[in-house]
């Protein structure tokens, strides 16, 4: 017998997000059924909104960057117990067969991985519903252990932003000696900044905006590159084995390419569409790489939660109420956060 639940919702891509109540299923033999206590907001949970891509379904609840405790467990649920710190992030479901799934890599499931909210669950087909919300059931292979370090609230983030540029950091070997460059300081870019430092990289932050330089230090570059600078881009020229770009517009971004070293690779990671004009010629010349990333898998993200715990890394939040969501989706379009939203779920108990 399902249940229902209060929520935030959007009922349509004009409308502003407001209170809901959605139904969640009974808990099957696997689920694992989740107080949320803190969920982070995404830059992509205002493109679904927003109907940006033009698959939404609405009412729409966002939320993926999932962080909460253990309230009940399925009879067949042997890796969580009641009370456990857990998080859940983008993915809820995959056909768990597929070559991709079978190496632990269910984001790119091939028959269709199913997502945390404005997708349909592949037993019932009813839709899924994110985080903004006072519980969520979900299978306990996709469900993830908080170590006891982190706080709960900065883990939010580590959900998607934190998991988006550790999976290219790993994917590409980086490690001690390793020269990294991030493209962007923003939600992704922070945690870019942050993870490469930890894995012993030498960083540089690309930026756009001078102001950027203090904070980029303290969140672990060691050198930040004005990107309309031509003099300091020729002064990085091969130097890069790996660009991670979180910018989430279209740019232009032949200019990077010479920053690689020979063998290098840029991995696009904040935006998804066409590239007007890309020049593939210094990538042939060079053998450099043009490459894209989507979050990870879960070992992957559970490998990613333990890093952060063994290393103290937090995402840098503002912590908000859900009643100011639509207002910090306005600040959001605005890139003014720093540098990620978190929203304190208790407030979902409070008069809207």
Same mark, same amino acid.
């Given at each position: 017998?399902?249940?229902?639940?209060?929520?935030?919702?959007?009922?349509?891509?004009?409308?502003?997000?407001?209170?809901?109540?959605?139904?969640?299923?009974?808990?099957?033999?696997?689920?694992?059924?989740?107080?949320?206590?803190?969920?982070?907001?995404?830059?992509?949970?205002?493109?679904?909104?927003?109907?940006?891509?033009?698959?939404?379904?609405?009412?729409?609840?966002? %939320? +993926?960057?999932?962080?909460?405790?253990?309230? &009940?467990? #399925? $009879?067949? @649920?042997?890796? !969580?117990?009641?009370?456990?710190?857990?998080?859940?992030?983008?993915?809820?479901?995959?056909?768990?067969?597929?070559?991709?799934?079978?190496?632990?890599?269910?984001?790119?499931?091939?028959?269709?991985?199913?997502?945390?909210?404005?997708?349909?669950?592949?037993?019932?087909?009813?839709?899924?519903?994110?985080?903004?919300?006072?519980?969520?059931?979900?299978?306990?292979?996709?469900?993830?252990?908080?170590?006891?370090?982190?706080?709960?609230?900065?883990?939010?983030?580590?959900?998607?932003?934190?998991?988006?540029?550790?999976?290219?950091?790993?994917?590409?070997?980086?490690?001690?000696?390793?020269?990294?460059?991030?493209?962007?300081?923003?939600?992704? %870019? +922070?945690?870019?900044?942050?993870?490469?430092? &930890?894995? #012993? $990289?030498? @960083?540089?932050? !690309?930026?756009?905006?001078?102001?950027?330089?203090?904070?980029?230090?303290?969140?672990?570059?060691?050198?930040?590159?004005?990107?309309?600078?031509?003099?300091?881009?020729?002064?990085?020229?091969?130097?890069?084995?790996?660009?991670?770009?979180?910018?989430?517009?279209?740019?232009?971004?032949?200019?990077?390419?010479?920053?690689?070293?020979?063998?290098?690779?840029?991995?696009?990671?904040?935006?998804?569409?066409?590239?007007?004009?890309?020049?593939?010629?210094?990538?042939?010349?060079?053998?450099?790489?043009?490459?894209?990333?989507?979050?990870?898998?879960?070992?992957?993200?559970?490998?990613?939660?333990?890093?952060?715990?063994?290393?103290?890394?937090?995402?840098?939040?503002?912590?908000?109420?859900?009643?100011?969501?639509?207002?910090?989706?306005?600040?959001?379009?605005?890139?003014?956060?720093?540098?990620?939203?978190?929203?304190?779920?208790?407030?979902?108990?409070?008069?809207?």
């Amino acid at each position: 017998m399902n249940y229902r639940v209060k929520s935030y919702a959007a009922q349509s891509s004009g409308s502003l997000l407001a209170p809901f109540q959605i139904e969640r299923r009974s808990p099957r033999t696997d689920d694992v059924v989740i107080e949320i206590l803190y969920c982070g907001v995404c830059h992509s949970d205002v493109h679904n909104v927003h109907n940006d891509w033009g698959n939404a379904n609405y009412p729409m609840v966002p %939320g +993926h960057e999932i962080i909460g405790k253990v309230l &009940a467990v #399925g $009879a067949g @649920v042997s890796r !969580f117990q009641i009370g456990d710190r857990v998080g859940v992030g983008c993915l809820v479901a995959s056909c768990k067969h597929c070559a991709p799934c079978e190496h632990g890599q269910e984001q790119y499931c091939q028959n269709g991985a199913t997502y945390t909210y404005n997708h349909q669950d592949p037993i019932d087909g009813s839709r899924t519903y994110g985080g903004y919300s006072e519980t969520i059931v979900v299978a306990q292979d996709f469900v993830l252990k908080v170590p006891d370090s982190l706080d709960l609230a900065g883990a939010a983030p580590l959900l998607c932003a934190g998991i988006t540029t550790y999976s290219p950091l790993r994917h590409w070997q980086v490690g001690q000696g390793s020269k990294v460059a991030i493209v962007g300081l923003g939600g992704l %870019g +922070h945690m870019g900044l942050k993870l490469a430092k &930890a894995m #012993g $990289a030498e @960083v540089t932050l !690309f930026s756009r905006s001078p102001g950027k330089e203090a904070d980029a230090r303290r969140l672990g570059a060691d050198h930040v590159v004005m990107s309309t600078d031509t003099a300091q881009m020729t002064a990085v020229a091969g130097k890069f084995d790996l660009i991670i770009n979180t910018v989430p517009y279209k740019h232009d971004v032949n200019p990077y390419i010479p920053t690689l070293a020979s063998g290098g690779t840029m991995v696009m990671v904040g935006y998804l569409g066409p590239l007007d004009d890309f020049n593939t010629g210094p990538l042939v010349f060079s053998r450099k790489a043009l490459a894209g990333s989507l979050i990870g898998g879960i070992a992957e993200t559970q490998e990613m939660l333990d890093f952060c715990g063994q290393h103290g890394i937090h995402s840098d939040i503002e912590l908000i109420r859900i009643q100011d969501i639509n207002h910090a989706f306005a600040r959001l379009l605005k890139a003014d956060v720093k540098y990620r939203f978190v929203i304190d779920m208790a407030s979902l108990k409070e008069p809207a």
